[in-house]
């Protein structure tokens, strides 16, 4: 199982563009890099997911350079809603998949 | 995106019964859901693998004589912790991938559900 390292916390302003880079050096060729948000008492929740280069969907962007062994979530404009815990993960679909400490971001106003 | 429920979102007992806690995926079908335990300002922490039709996979340390798993249909797991003790409070969440291993489909995670025990 691939371990994954992250800052353990990060502070941001609203309106900022936020960056949490994620290093992954024994990712597997199969392996996927997903990224969750997590709130105080629920579940994490899905953000994003991508295999190598870039992806972009409503809420974020993720960057994979070519080996793979970072990846970097980005944030476009955080609001103080943002404030959660962000989990990188490499998993590979239906495999069990070992979580990190994860980055606590705080957004202020 | 696909939807995991967990019944109850939480549950107060009495130190030394059991509890039960379901965990369904509402949309589609899962063969392997996966059960966590988190505690406060904590990560999430692995306890065990449940699998459709054959007995579930625990992670080192995790009692599977205390933590009971029951995956009885490709929909729901039922995570069971018996004789429950206060050190058992926690927040439990399980996971679910659509489609079979391997599969592309990221995991979907369930709302959790709080055991506060007395």
């Known amino acids: 199982l691939a371990k994954t390292t992250q800052p353990i916390s990060m502070d941001s302003y609203e309106g900022q563009e936020v960056n949490i880079t994620c290093s992954h050096n024994?990712?597997?060729?199969?392996?996927?890099i997903t990224w969750y948000q997590q709130f105080p008492s629920q579940g994490p929740r899905f953000i994003i997911q991508?295999?190598?280069t870039k992806v972009t969907n409503e809420v974020a962007s993720l960057f994979i350079p070519a080996d793979r062994k970072s990846s970097t979530l980005s944030l476009p404009r955080v609001s103080l809603s943002d404030t959660a815990v962000y989990y990188c993960?490499?998993?590979?679909?239906?495999?069990?998949?070992?979580f990190g400490a994860g980055t606590r971001l705080f957004v202020k106003a | 995106g696909a939807v995991v429920s967990q019944h109850p979102s939480r549950v107060i007992c009495k130190s030394g019964t059991s509890v039960k806690i379901e965990c369904r995926s509402l949309d589609f079908q899962a063969t392997t859901m996966f059960w966590y335990r988190q505690f406060p300002k904590q990560s999430l922490m692995l306890m065990a693998t449940s699998n459709e039709g054959s007995k579930a996979t625990y992670e080192q340390g995790v009692e599977k004589d205390k933590f009971l798993i029951n995956h009885a249909s490709l929909t729901l797991s039922t995570l069971t912790v018996t004789s429950a003790h206060p050190e058992d409070s926690s927040f439990y969440i399980c996971?679910?991938?659509?489609?079979?291993?391997?599969?592309?489909?990221?995991?979907?995670f369930g709302p959790g559900t709080r055991l506060t025990v007395l």
């Open positions: 996971s679910a991938s659509p489609g079979g291993q391997p599969t592309t489909d990221t995991q979907y």
């Open positions: 993960l490499v998993v590979l679909g239906g495999f069990k998949t070992i």
């Open positions: 991508g295999y190598k």
């Open positions: 024994n990712i597997a060729t199969n392996d996927y």
